[in-house]
């Protein structure tokens, strides 16, 4: 295996580019989305989820591109699909329909199979449509190194191996890009290892997250995640229950959060880097830390995911005044982050909804659900009878106030070429 990687970095396409300064001065007027009016299903996924070998492929997670072009799945058949958004939203011709969950949309543009199950996924941060050097996107799968992959073609562009004591492969947990794009952070059991984007292979730096007194964060590093505001810090979660939150540049801890009844499975920051959000396994709680003091708990919002053990993403919109997080009633619930009251609430789908995650800059989101389902073992002829809003992706899309102000957070190449998303316009 180690040979073919090896093969597969001599072939690999030119390094990553670096951002540009005309990405971050280009000028958008975000839509400010209106959470009183329910959202219309834009598009369905679900019948090419379901194979005679995985009947019940359930998903894991969504996350759209930084650009707003495309939306990245990941599910249990190991897959992972990039659904590419028709023309921005606009009219292609595809029978997508608010009530038709019978049939698919469209097909995925793109399939990615990993050979085992994958723990985390996440997309280069500068990506662009335009740019194919940049349409890449990192997985990290049971017992392989963390893999890049081109998002246009889905060819292996190169690797990052990571090894143990006895030198073997040994998986990361997590994975992120740093917010400037040159290197990946991707946490291991007590240790964070950084790799350089433009040197793949197995050269790294390794962090342990314990002390020499033996104080700081143990245990299996689950989720990792930047500060948007460039302020150089980042968070890591971790199995043991707790949230570390580290500078970048020499990976100095800083505090260690302590509260999260079940083992941390993502961590997010605010838009102005100010506050993190943090949600647990098992965990009916999202809590809300001021990374300024750290001391105590802001606030919690509730979701329902008491019962399983999934790992259930929350993301907050582009204005970065409410966050949207799904449960295993199917609903996604959407909280006003300024005063951590719950606002409104929709039925996404039948079952778990694990992943949920909004545009960049269109008023619109993506959905995932599904949780795996326990056959019995006496009755062999029983099937997997599934409904359309079950192990699905959907896109939902949500009404808005077109008269808005520019945020101070603008910029990442957000182009519509004067669409005013009317398609996603409803009246309440």
Not at 15 to 44: G, M
Request: hydrophobic share 30%; with cysteine.
């Amino acid at each position: 295996m180690v040979a073919e990687e090896e093969e597969e970095e001599q072939h690999q396409l030119s390094p990553l580019k670096e951002p540009t300064e005309a990405a971050h001065h280009q000028e958008y007027s975000w839509p400010a989305i209106r959470f009183d009016v329910p959202p219309q299903r834009a598009y369905h996924f679900h019948t090419q989820f379901r194979t005679d070998q995985k009947p019940n492929n359930f998903l894991k997670g969504v996350k759209w591109s930084p650009d707003g072009t495309c939306l990245l799945s990941s599910s249990e058949d190991n897959s992972l699909r990039v659904f590419a958004l028709p023309d921005y939203g606009g009219d292609d011709g595809t029978n997508a329909s608010s009530s038709d969950v019978d049939q698919d949309s469209f097909a995925a543009n793109l399939v990615v199979t990993e050979g085992e199950s994958v723990y985390d996924f996440c997309w280069y941060p500068y990506m662009s449509a335009a740019d194919p050097v940049s349409c890449v996107f990192a997985s990290t799968t049971r017992d392989h190194p963390i893999h890049v992959w081109d998002a246009t073609t889905g060819q292996l562009r190169c690797t990052y191996r990571a090894y143990d004591a006895v030198d073997e492969i040994t998986a990361a947990f997590s994975i992120a890009f740093n917010p400037a794009g040159n290197k990946i952070f991707a946490g291991y059991n007590k240790s964070i290892r950084v790799f350089d984007v433009h040197r793949p292979g197995r050269d790294f730096e390794m962090h342990s997250t314990l002390q020499g007194n033996k104080e700081g964060q143990t245990g299996i590093i689950s989720a990792i995640a930047f500060s948007p505001a460039h302020t150089g810090m980042l968070a890591t979660g971790s199995y043991s229950q707790t949230t570390a939150i580290y500078r970048e540049d020499n990976m100095e801890l800083l505090y260690v959060l302590h509260g999260q009844q079940g083992g941390v499975t993502h961590v997010l920051f605010s838009k102005d880097g100010n506050y993190l959000y943090t949600g647990g396994r098992k965990d009916p709680f999202i809590m809300c830390w001021d990374v300024r003091k750290a001391v105590d708990v802001v606030y919690k919002l509730y979701r329902s995911s008491e019962d399983t053990n999934q790992r259930i993403y929350f993301d907050v919109e582009p204005l970065g005044r409410h966050l949207g997080t799904g449960g295993q009633d199917g609903l996604v619930h959407i909280y006003d982050l300024q005063t951590g009251q719950w606002i409104s609430g929709f039925q996404a789908a039948s079952d778990t909804v694990n992943g949920f995650s909004f545009h960049p800059f269109l008023p619109m989101a993506g959905s995932s659900s599904g949780h795996r389902r326990f056959e019995v073992p006496e009755d062999d002829d029983a099937e997997c009878h599934l409904r359309g809003d079950e192990n699905c992706v959907s896109i939902w899309g949500f009404a808005y106030d077109s008269a808005t102000n520019s945020t101070d957070g603008g910029g990442g190449g957000a182009d519509l070429d004067g669409a005013s998303g009317e398609k996603w316009q409803q009246n309440s």
